[in-house]
């Protein structure tokens, strides 16, 4: 994208060079990498053909909006995006150098990222343009697919602090949703112990009709939700730091059998 950037005025700083690799944030995930331009692009592709959603994650995951692919060029080696509902935060999106994007094809997670977008007018409305990125990550594991958890009786995942007198207070924080790589929570309000980084252990979470889970956790992402009826949610993107087995089998059992009594009621 630099190639297309506006040149920094003396009040910006030098956008730094291309990193190559798509795995800035989960570097661990190198074995999934995909680099290959022809594999890329046919992801790309089918992603804008299946109209799956893209969340652009920016300013260390502190901002996010929803697009979705509207073109993959590979005569440009360039990428059409939808803009987001909220300007404000499109308008963000412009002014930063990084963009982590998160997807998923047919329960495969997809990510890549971005070195900026720049703005465009497609077919008549805005939109973003940004570069086919050199590498992106396709993770087919099981436990990386993520299931939203119903909003009525929310699971809660109880988190044990320990104070300065050497006793322990836990806080429940409700579950938005699971996988065998970790949860996204809603973050009680302005307790300042939710930052990217934190990590915190031995935390619960009871599955109904699964068991019990028990692990450690680390904050990946925090970013601010508008629900429907206007007040503002934090949400936290928590990933399990080495989680047993037999706690992953138990996640995949549960994900199955919510799965299934949810295919059971739309018949």
């Known amino acids: 994208m630099n190639s297309r950037m506006a040149e920094p005025t003396e009040n910006q700083a030098t956008p730094p060079a291309p990193h190559k690799s798509a795995l800035d944030v989960e570097d661990d995930y190198s074995k999934y990498e995909v680099r290959s331009k022809t594999e890329i692009l046919s992801i790309l592709r089918g992603m804008q053909q299946q109209g799956s959603l893209i969340t652009f994650y920016f300013n ?9 692919l509207l073109e993959v060029s590979t005569e440009d080696n360039t990428l059409v995006f939808d803009y987001g509902s909220n300007m404000e935060m499109n308008r963000r999106a412009l002014q930063v150098d990084k963009i982590n994007c998160v997807s998923s094809k047919e329960k495969v997670k997809i990510q890549f990222i971005l070195r900026g977008v720049d703005p465009i007018q497609y077919e008549g409305r805005n939109a973003f343009l940004g570069d086919v990125p050199e590498s992106l990550v396709r993770l087919q594991r ?10 009525a009786n929310p699971i809660k995942c109880q988190i ?6 050497g006793s322990v207070k836990t806080i429940g924080a409700a579950l938005v ?3 065998g790589g970790g ?5 009680p309000p302005d307790d300042g112990l939710f930052k990217v980084g934190a990590e915190f252990s031995n935390v619960a979470i009871n599955l109904p009709n699964a068991g019990l889970i028990t692990a450690t956790m680390q904050v990946r992402n925090l970013y601010d939700v508008t629900m429907p009826n206007g007040k503002i949610h934090k949400r936290a993107g928590c990933e399990f730091i080495k989680l047993p087995g037999p706690m992953m ?5 549960y994900i199955i059998q919510v799965e299934r009594e949810r295919k059971a009621r739309e018949l």
């Open 249 to 253: 089998t138990m996640i995949q059992r």
């Open 183 to 187: 949860v996204g929570l809603t973050v």
């Open 177 to 179: 949703d699971i996988s």
């Open 60 to 68: 260390q995951g502190y901002d996010f909006l929803l697009t979705s």
């Open 142 to 151: 099981r436990e990386f697919y993520r299931m939203s958890m119903p909003m």
């Open 160 to 165: 044990p602090l320990r104070q300065a007198d």
